[in-house]
């Protein structure tokens, strides 16, 4: 679920704590990979508003977590 329509962002440990959950459910890779790019856009998107900020940093860090998470689960069984 992505911020509301005024614009306000999803804190960085809501947006996280989604992705922890389909991880841990173990989603069809299909699903999840549908479902990590919504996230990854939401993610971005956050952190080119939030650049040059503490905030913005940690939408970084997050971005290279679920990127490492995400291939991790689902990219090592081809």
């Known amino acids: ?3 509301d329509s ?3 962002l999803r804190e960085v440990e809501q947006i996280e ?10 989603w069809e890779r299909e699903a999840a990979r549908d479902r990590f790019e919504v996230l990854w856009d939401e993610v971005n998107a ?10 913005g940093s940690a939408y970084i860090a997050l971005l290279s977590r679920m990127q490492d998470a995400f291939d991790k689960q689902y990219n090592s069984f081809r």
């Open 1 to 3: 679920m992505q911020g």
């Open 6 to 8: 005024a614009g306000q």
């Open 17 to 26: 704590r989604e992705f922890d959950g389909m991880l841990v459910h173990h």
């Open 46 to 55: 956050a952190a080119v508003r939030t650049l040059d900020t503490d905030v």
